[in-house]
């Protein structure tokens, strides 16, 4: 069974890189930059959304971009991979969920879940790490 989505977040344009690279920060401890007053974050939200990375901060909803975070390369590229699989579920031609949509969002959330526990890892307690796992079926 499908149902049509009422969902057109995915026509959002993120313009924050030309920010983020201007004011990055290269051999410390900051992640990355956003756009809070200090300049930095350490409150870090991951949340799947098309045409965006997995990594926000939590306090100006800046889109922070995982190449440049301190995070390891192995962590970078599953929080790319897990953003490139984002609403898989959808069929984008239709705008239809597709006919497991409802397994491949559970198992998204499930591997959104294990990636929080990787960054508080490697990030250490000093940040805290959100997950907004995604309810589109
Ligand atoms: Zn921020």
Redesign the pocket.
């Given at each position: 069974m499908t149902k049509k989505l009422l969902f057109s977040n995915r026509y959002l344009v993120y313009n924050f890189e030309k920010t983020l690279l201007k004011d990055k920060k290269v051999g410390g401890s900051v992640l990355v930059n956003?756009?809070?007053k200090d300049g930095r974050?350490t409150t870090i939200t991951l949340e799947g959304e098309f045409g965006a990375d997995a990594l926000w901060?939590t306090?100006?909803?800046?889109n922070l971009d995982v190449e440049h975070t301190i995070l390891s390369d192995r962590l970078k590229e599953a929080l790319l991979e897990w953003a490139a699989q984002y609403g898989i579920w959808i069929d984008l031609e239709t705008d239809m969920l597709v006919d497991d949509a409802q397994t491949l969002e559970k198992t998204h959330n499930a591997a959104g879940k294990v990636l929080v526990q990787k960054l508080q890892e490697e990030l250490g307690v000093a940040y805290t790490i959100t997950f907004e796992p995604s309810h589109m079926t």
């Open positions: 956003c756009g809070c974050t901060c306090k100006c909803q800046y």
